[in-house]
């Protein structure tokens, strides 16, 4: 599946654990002054002067967290990056550096590694972001990415889970569960190609929800937005688990509730229709799907004329006292108690 | 091996993702003015003001970069956290805080990991280290160890493996050889277990082999020590691959030579016994073993007598011109080429 099998491949033995590293980074280009020292030495140098680092980290399993059968490489490069920035875009900052570490096995071909690093490059040039470490080495069975993003921000402009206050504005960026239906169509096509390899699906139709799950983007246009309008979020976070465990760190980060209104959940079109293919329910989609890598938020009431209207964002609920609980109000307004179904990796497995 | 069968084992499902992290980092406790925010959010947020940052990473999988049948999950804790600080200290730099990310099978009882944990947490407190991000998942096999570690330093004082200059000194902290003769022991106890079970090994004659292995020291200490006796290398490696293969890093970096005098190379009585016993030859368990955590470094050569004497330092050859190329001169005062035959892991899969 990776690669025409008619094409020569590169053992990765022949170039050895430098060779690689240095074949693979080759062509990334330097583009912040805090970057002082990046890849080929012990450790990165940055120089952030006054203002403060920020670090996020994360660790991706082949058969856990990605399915290279219907994933390519480029786009996991890609997607690798993204799942990383959205974590500092998540604290109100900027992003500047990455490191990247991958394992594979000795039978993955050079080439299928570059058209890794190709979804990097891809993702370090649009985002702007310097690769400054990590290394590869062998796995004894799947593929194994482990990418640290550092960012930086003054002091006051960094936006943590806690700081909700009761009253302030629930609001999301982008739409909802588009990721979650897109994976749920690529996996019924792997099924199709097993039964039928020469079968040629159409999945126009699916094109908006297979490019959310395959090549999302983290949503550092939200955070210059945000800064633009003059906007200081009371608490952030970027949704990778679904909206529902996401609204719930903030509650218990910043000991609040929330009210959450079904009907102000933002859904694509195309994610209700593919809801309605699959028989699932398109607020459950959206309450647990996850991966959407938006950024859900909270604002004091006084700065929603700032953002009304503006078609990047959706107010969907209020903060409310930690006493009454985080709930959402159904369609027929009934309240019910907001369950973290986000993504519990080891119950999986 | 892992735990005494008879105990009481707390599946990590049960716990969640979120739960265990909070789990398993309950106990650790912030110990740097540079740590604004640790664990708890979408990333760590850290102040290092007119100091510049340094970042390096590593990324250990089970059956490449450790074995669990000798390896005591503390110590594995313990030697992540090592092989990561000494990267930092290789830069002439203060380790200041990790980010710790595990993946481990949910076969795997909490337990294990809490021992885990706990030579991360022995590691920190020694070595003043806070840990301030890292996730915990699922793997489909075996455990994934992902570390990275941050620390500071002013820009005058950072040291980079580029940087000899011809008739500088060549010098190594400490002794060589002796993890890779631990690991030796190692292996050949676990085939004589395999055998007999039963056997009862007395290792205290390898004691100090076995814990270079287990549970080796970056070398914070010999940081502190030049700092003290005002000496900054012109360049600087940590000896991870083997003396070899560092010295050919450095000669290349540096665009120098080099002469390295096989009868100065540190060694410890017990390697060489262990080398008599295993039939190795000891200079080339130096080279090639890899795992001591040593810092090798250039000095100039007016800097000697401040050195001189030290037995932490012992000064192994000079910096040549490069056309001169990088050579070891044998006891017998042949002068053969240095080849890096530090640890390939494709090679090795």
Aim: net charge negative; glycine share 8%.
């Amino acid at each position: 599946m990776l690669e025409d099998k008619n094409q020569e491949k590169t053992s990765l033995e022949k170039l050895g654990e430098f060779g690689l590293i240095d074949h693979l980074t080759q062509h990334f280009k330097i583009q912040h002054k805090s970057t002082i020292k990046g890849i080929g030495d012990d450790a990165a140098v940055l120089d952030f002067k006054d203002k403060k680092t920020l670090v996020s980290t994360d660790l991706l399993i082949e058969g856990i967290h990605f399915d290279l059968s219907y994933m390519p490489l480029k786009h996991l490069g890609y997607k690798a990056v993204m799942v990383n920035l959205s974590d500092v875009y998540a604290m109100n900052a900027r992003a500047t550096q990455i490191t990247v570490s991958v394992a594979v096995s000795n039978r993955f071909p050079l080439e299928a590694l570059e058209e890794f690093y190709s979804g990097i490059t891809l993702a370090c040039e649009l985002y702007k972001i310097d690769l400054v470490g990590g290394d590869t080495t062998s796995s004894t069975t799947g593929m194994i990415i482990s990418i640290t993003a550092i960012g930086e921000a003054v002091e006051e402009d960094i936006v943590y889970r806690s700081g909700a206050k009761p009253n302030d504005l629930l609001v999301v960026s982008g739409d909802l569960g588009a990721a979650y239906m897109g994976l749920q169509v690529l996996k019924r096509e792997k099924e199709v190609f097993k039964v039928n390899p020469n079968n040629q699906p159409d999945l126009s139709a699916y094109s908006y929800i297979i490019e959310r799950q395959l090549k999302p983007e983290a949503r550092k246009d939200v955070v210059e937005l945000l800064g633009k309008l003059n906007i200081k979020p009371t608490s952030m976070i970027d949704i990778s688990d679904g909206l529902s465990s996401e609204i719930l760190h903030l509650c218990k980060q910043g000991e609040v509730g929330c009210n959450l209104f079904e009907d102000k959940i933002p859904l694509d079109p195309t994610v209700i229709s593919a809801c309605e293919e699959f028989k699932l329910d398109s607020t459950l989609v959206a309450l647990s799907g996850g991966e959407d890598y938006e950024l859900l938020f909270t604002i004091d009431q006084k700065k929603f004329p700032d953002l009304k209207g503006n078609p990047n964002f959706t107010v969907v609920g209020h903060i409310t006292d930690k006493h009454e609980g985080a709930h959402l109000i159904s369609r027929n307004n009934s309240k019910i108690p907001l369950t973290a179904q986000g993504w519990n990796s080891f119950a999986k497995a």
